[in-house]
């Protein structure tokens, strides 16, 4: 979790030079005029609804048996209830 007040900008700064994933529901991530996707360690957007914890969990599973981090670096990756799609 960012700490409360933590500007978008500032956690994409964070998550890149800490070479971590940026996991979040916030659309706002998306906007390449604002975030390099590409050279970001990657983002995984979370568009579940409802947002119960067992359909979260279900969507990071499948995230997971089938991209390594490796694999998301320099994408977006948008996961769904029933599909995980690239974002470009």
């Not at 979040?24 to 579940?48: K, M, Q």
């Not at 499948?62 to 599909?83: E, Q, Y």
Request: hydrophobic share 40%.
């Amino acid at each position: 979790y960012a700490p409360k007040g933590l500007k978008n900008s500032e956690l994409f700064s964070f998550a890149s030079k800490e070479d971590r994933v940026l996991l979040t529901n916030d659309i706002d991530f998306l906007n390449t005029l604002l975030y390099s996707i590409n050279s970001s360690p990657g983002i995984v957007l979370l568009r579940i609804h409802p947002p119960e914890l067992s359909k979260l969990e279900l969507g990071m599973l499948k995230l997971l048996k089938k991209f390594s981090k490796d694999n998301i670096k320099g994408k977006a990756l948008i996961v769904r209830n029933d599909k995980i799609e690239f974002f470009e």
